[in-house]
């Protein structure tokens, strides 16, 4: 695909994530209970504690940030210097708001994740991205080229999403679990028309005008392929059953702050986790 039909399809998802950022804030997020309390972090960043390691001191990138819920929670494990990528303009200008609330530091940069490397300074101990990322993305093979380079040798990459499989299965399930989308990355993206995002939109909400976007799945294989090929080592891989959302309301049910299928749930991983690090001593890609 060349760079202009790819840079419409960014367009159209950057528009898309402005307008769910207007509706995620309405609809909590979590948003003023992380506020409140300067001690708490979110669910998705505190189930990575172990993984994440003592942060004290450390730099500390997240990509594809959003509302900065997460990258707060970062900031406060005690990471010294944090900071935000999106693509979203509406979502830093929330994620800005929110962290002058909470009294953090954290520097919000609006950014295509394939820029974070010219768009950021300095390197970074660990770069971390959770939950509903590599969709968004055309091409795995560049983005884990873009994750070694912003790490300095010995740093630590985290990423948890969403599981490929869970991906490839169809919104309707009135019949079941059914395979209707690719588990391998294409070209071509799924392009979806919808005005709902994955957060129900209370009563009085923001209406979503632009309701196009684009994704892409790519499979387990490809990913670690691509982090190995951009020299990372893989440190751990873990595939679980629950996810962070829940897509199918009559087949999941809420255990805390996750779901998962109601029956038989080792059917199917709905999330993935992967640990990963820049050898000591390579060359930056
Ligand atoms: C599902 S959200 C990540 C959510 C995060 N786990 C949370 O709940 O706070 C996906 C984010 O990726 C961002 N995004 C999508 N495509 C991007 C790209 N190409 N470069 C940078 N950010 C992108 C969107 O703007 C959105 O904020």
Redesign the pocket.
């Known amino acids: 695909m060349d760079r202009e039909s790819r840079a419409r399809l ?1 367009e159209d ?2 528009a ?3 307008d ?2 207007a509706l ?1 804030v309405a609809a909590g ?1 979590g948003i003023e209970e992380l506020v409140a309390d300067p001690a708490r972090i ?1 669910p ?1 960043v505190a189930q990575d504690r172990d993984r994440l390691g003592d942060l004290t001191g450390r730099d500390v990138i997240h ?9 707060l929670s970062l900031a406060r494990l005690g990471a010294r210097r944090v900071v935000g ?4 303009p ?2 830093l200008a929330r994620s800005r708001e929110i962290t002058a609330r909470a009294g953090a530091e954290i520097e919000f940069v609006e ?6 490397r010219e768009a950021v300074t300095g390197d970074f101990d660990l770069v971390y ?5 590599l ?3 055309p091409d795995v093979t560049a983005w884990a080229q873009v994750v070694a380079s912003l790490l300095r040798p010995g740093g630590q990459f985290l990423i948890r999403d969403d599981h490929p499989m869970f991906m490839a299965v169809g919104d309707d399930v009135s019949d079941g679990l059914r395979i209707e989308q690719p588990y391998f990355q294409r070209e071509q993206p799924m392009t979806w028309d919808q005005e709902v995002s ?1 957060v129900p939109a209370p009563e009085g909400a923001p209406r979503m005008t632009h309701t196009v976007s684009h994704e892409w799945n790519h499979s387990i294989g490809q990913i670690i392929t691509a982090l190995l090929e951009a020299g990372l080592v893989l440190d751990s891989f873990e595939e679980v059953p629950y996810a ?1 959302w829940c897509p199918w309301p009559e087949l999941m049910v809420r255990e805390g702050d996750r779901y998962r299928l109601r029956e038989d749930p080792d059917r199917l991983a709905l999330q993935y986790v992967l640990t990963a690090h820049r050898p000591a001593d390579t060359a930056r890609p």
């Open positions: 960014f998802n950057r898309n994530w402005d769910r950022a995620h997020y979110t998705e990509l594809q940030c959003h509302l900065g819920t997460d990258t990528v999106d693509l979203s509406g979502s950014a295509n994740v394939y820029d974070a991205t959770s939950i509903g990322v969709c968004w993305l994955y962070a």
